[in-house]
């Protein structure tokens, strides 16, 4: 079985790092390498990630350039065969997903799966609006981001740092590059992150915006990419029209 690189990035987020870590060490497959990256937190952050110090491989504390520079540090130090971010407020679905990750089709490239959204309270909204999709390429993205960060394990060698001219979806960008470099993709066909919704990219929601147009431009051209828009707004209309269908 291979080895895994879990990376954690966290600030001042004493509130939810503990169900982070405790979702990361209590993985029934051992052969992780994890990570903390954390910004120089002040809240008590830092406290409650030593408690777990004898489980994290590598602690670092200490100012960073903002989300993406911190995930390269962790990049620099991984030195696993797969590489998975699983950030501060996010779980992995539950004990045995990395091992049934793992066992659905050793050697590939990139494992995916489906992410289940939750509030601030740790209440589930559901899966994501964008369901993961049956198969997954580098195209994929052009009508949305239907993979999260959090539900995507990428074979370390076809990474390559973030992009830090992006601020706020750089993730995207991450991800494609990757993707173009693969030739295996597996769906597992399961739920394997539960994410924690109001990240930066929501707190930014219109700059994240600007910021995918511009990486969906420059991968898929500027004309596809207005009427994969056009597509996409569509859908977020028929979403938006059935959900209140139903709530009614």
Request: net charge positive; charged share 25%.
């Given at each position: ?94 004990e045995?997903?990395?091992e ?8 590939a ?12 309270k ?5 899966r ?7 198969s ?18 990428i ?20 991800i ?14 399961r ?18 915006l ?39």
């Amino acid at each position: 079985m291979p080895k895994l690189t879990i990376i954690t990035i966290v600030y001042n987020n004493v509130r939810d790092i503990e169900r982070t870590i405790k979702s990361i060490v209590n993985q029934t497959f051992k052969d992780i390498e994890y990570l903390v990256i954390d910004g120089a937190s002040t809240d008590g952050t830092l406290a409650v990630i030593q408690k777990y110090k004898s489980q994290i491989s590598k602690i670092v504390s200490e100012p960073d350039k903002g989300i993406y520079d911190a995930m390269n540090k962790g990049l620099a130090l991984a030195t696993g065969d797969y590489i998975l971010f699983m950030n501060s407020g996010d779980e992995i679905y539950d004990e045995h997903t990395v091992e049934e990750v793992f066992e659905s089709s050793p050697g590939a490239d990139i494992y995916y799966g489906e992410t289940e959204m939750y509030n601030d309270k740790w209440e589930s909204l559901g899966r994501r609006r964008h369901e993961a999709p049956e198969s997954f390429d580098w195209k994929s993205f052009r009508y949305g981001m239907s993979v999260s960060h959090q539900a995507i394990y990428i074979k370390k060698s076809i990474t390559t740092a973030y992009d830090l001219q992006y601020k706020y979806s750089s993730d995207i960008d991450w991800i494609i590059k990757a993707a173009k470099k693969s030739s295996n993709i597996v769906n597992v066909h399961r739920y394997v992150a539960k994410y924690l919704v109001g990240g930066m990219s929501k707190k930014k929601h219109r700059e994240s915006l600007k910021e995918r147009f511009q990486i969906f431009t420059k991968y898929y051209g500027l004309v596809p990419n207005i009427l994969n828009h056009i597509i996409i707004a569509g859908n977020l209309a028929f979403y938006f029209l059935k959900n209140r269908r139903t709530n009614d």
